[in-house]
């Protein structure tokens, strides 16, 4: 076990009780910096492209929406900062099926880039003509954020709402069907890996098509 089962039982808990749960230390520092270590790899290698809106025949771009720039994380071929993120999720994904009966049966991740004055107004995260994510999970990676910077996770819940940092270590998670929420505009580099549990198996050929 990597993980450990009090923060499984708070996430089960949180999901259960409220649709989301946020656990500020998921992630030890130097498993954040590892991973950063990652994404600079990938930024250096020109791999990040411009996020877009749905999916298939309705993906679309538009920066009014959304201003982030993403690459999808290829499970088999994960560097080992990331494959030990994984291998949380994996035991994370186990425990929700065990507790919640979700039914999950795969999650797909991407690394998460949003630059200076970019935001992704509210949404929810299926799509029209998919609903296969139940799950959304983000980690965040932001070891120097401070209040200003912008950048919060803001979650909706009827006329209420939640604000989360986005800082180093921190994993949100909430319900992909129910959960309305955005990101506010960033000022500065925002570090993520963002990724969904679904209840259908996630094929190979589906991450070379993304
Ligand atoms: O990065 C976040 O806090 C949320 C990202 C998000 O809503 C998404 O990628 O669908
Ligand atoms: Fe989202």
């Known amino acids: 076990m990597n993980i450990s089962t009090d923060y499984l039982e708070f996430i089960a808990d949180?999901?259960?009780s409220q649709d989301y749960a946020i656990v500020d230390n998921f992630?030890?520092?130097e498993e954040v910096h590892d991973i950063l270590k990652v994404f600079s790899l990938?930024?250096?290698?020109?791999?990040?492209?411009?996020?877009?809106?749905?999916?298939?025949?309705n993906l679309q771009y538009d920066r009014s929406i959304r201003g982030d720039y993403i690459?999808?994380?290829?499970?088999?071929?994960?560097?080992?900062?990331v494959k030990r993120f994984l291998d949380k999720i994996d035991s994370l994904k186990d425990y929700l099926n065990r507790t919640?009966?979700?039914?999950?049966?795969?999650?797909e991740t991407h690394f998460t880039i949003y630059p200076p004055g970019s935001f992704y107004k509210?949404?929810?995260?299926?799509?029209?003509?998919?609903?296969?994510?139940?799950?959304?999970f983000i980690c965040y990676l932001n070891t120097e954020w401070e209040p200003g910077d912008g950048g919060e996770l803001r979650l909706y819940f009827g006329n209420e709402i939640k604000d989360?940092?986005?800082?180093?270590g921190k994993l949100a998670?909430?319900?992909?069907?129910?959960?309305?929420?955005?990101?506010?505009?960033?000022?500065?580099d925002r570090f993520s890996l963002t990724g969904w549990m679904l209840n259908l198996p996630w094929g190979l050929e589906f991450v070379v098509d993304k």
């Open 71 to 81: 690459k999808w994380v290829n499970p088999k071929h994960a560097l080992p900062p």
């Open 27 to 29: 992630l030890p520092m």
């Open 173 to 188: 998670c909430f319900r992909s069907e129910i959960i309305e929420h955005e990101v506010l505009l960033s000022k500065k």
């Open 122 to 136: 509210r949404h929810l995260d299926q799509f029209k003509n998919d609903g296969a994510r139940k799950i959304s």
């Open 42 to 57: 990938h930024q250096d290698h020109d791999l990040f492209r411009r996020a877009g809106i749905g999916k298939d025949d």
């Open 164 to 168: 989360v940092a986005p800082t180093a």
């Open 14 to 16: 949180g999901l259960a």
């Open 100 to 107: 919640c009966f979700l039914g999950i049966q795969d999650y």
